[in-house]
């Protein structure tokens, strides 16, 4: 259960494009960057001083501030609503890393050449050991996707204990946990491989959607398709419409989706004027792919879901193909 007030992150530990995961864990301790906008730790800034600092240092020609409000997020996140108890998932390839938080933030001037100032210590869990991504549910594994640096994932807090659970020493698999293992594994082996085609794919895709609670879900026409197969609409607080375009592509794990497909969503995320962007595969993600998502949402702030067929196999396992 979820402790009063305890809080969790998601924080991709590369400053600068660089890995640093080997020597957080070394030195016991979370890492961000913009280790070049010096004075952060200073309480008395307001909102607007905080993000005036990066955007002097790092986004001067900017011309909106979009840019710099997005680096501040992360970094306010980071400086001052991370608290001592709260826990911190660290993505690291096909694997994450879970952390309890254990000071304040703190900035090393010898660290700002290598982009590393700003720090805080950390217990990490499970005995600094890796934990595999299929242990977690499709939320949590969606949330580790995410296109930034810093994330909320206090609403996932059962999740990432449930994960801490399942790997603990002693901790036996159960039936439920063995039942829906080899329902994921069935699941993506009849994605793959049973009887399904791309307007198959296309219709699991919108049955999904509307069973996540999408209220309109409807397949393009092929000769209207400018680059999205599905379109949703979900509604949030009951008011504001978000509207989802979605590429859908049934391939094999090989060759791998492209960046090329994260181009055609774009177009027509554009096209649609959509609020997010998916790509939802029964095979996998490139690099490449993952690459050009993450350019979109730094150049745009539209952020592109890349769902490959683990995960969707894992979401349909969980959340069922029932339409409501």
Request: proline share 4%; hydrophobic share 40%.
């Amino acid at each position: 259960m979820v402790e009063m007030n305890q809080q969790a992150f998601v924080l991709r530990i590369a400053p600068s494009g660089d890995d640093r995961v080997p020597e957080a864990l070394s030195e016991n301790q979370i890492i961000i960057g913009w280790a070049g906008a010096d004075g952060l730790l200073e309480p008395s800034l307001s909102w607007e001083q905080f993000r005036e600092i990066i955007r002097s240092v790092y986004y001067a020609n900017e011309e909106t501030l979009r840019k710099p409000g997005a680096a501040s997020g992360h970094m306010w996140r980071f400086v001052r609503e991370m608290n001592v108890g709260d826990l911190v998932v660290v993505p690291y390839g096909s694997e994450f890393f879970v952390a309890t938080i254990k000071g304040p933030a703190t900035y090393n001037p010898a660290k700002v050449a290598d982009d590393t100032a700003y720090r805080r210590d950390v217990q990490w869990l499970n005995d600094k050991k890796p934990i595999r991504r299929d242990v977690a549910k499709s939320a949590l594994i969606s949330r580790m996707k995410t296109q930034g640096t810093c994330a909320y994932a206090t609403d996932l807090l059962d999740e990432i204990k449930e994960c801490l659970l399942i790997v603990s020493k002693g901790q036996a698999p159960t039936f439920q946990t063995d039942l829906q293992s080899r329902l994921i594994r069935e699941t993506l082996e009849e994605l793959r491989k049973g009887r399904m085609d791309s307007f198959g794919f296309e219709r699991l895709i919108q049955t999904v959607l509307t069973g996540l609670g999408a209220e309109d879900a409807r397949i393009v026409p092929r000769l209207q398709d400018k680059g999205a197969d599905v379109l949703a609409t979900f509604r949030v607080a009951g008011a504001f419409r978000q509207v989802v375009a979605v590429q859908a592509k049934h391939w094999q794990p090989n060759p791998p989706v492209g960046k090329e497909v994260v181009e055609q969503l774009i177009k027509g995320i554009e096209a649609e004027s959509a609020n997010l962007g998916m790509v939802i595969t029964s095979g996998s993600i490139s690099d490449e792919a993952v690459q050009a998502a993450e350019n979109y949402f730094e150049e745009k702030g539209i952020k592109i879901e890349l769902v490959d067929g683990e995960q969707f196999a894992k979401l349909i396992v969980e959340h069922g193909i029932s339409a409501s």
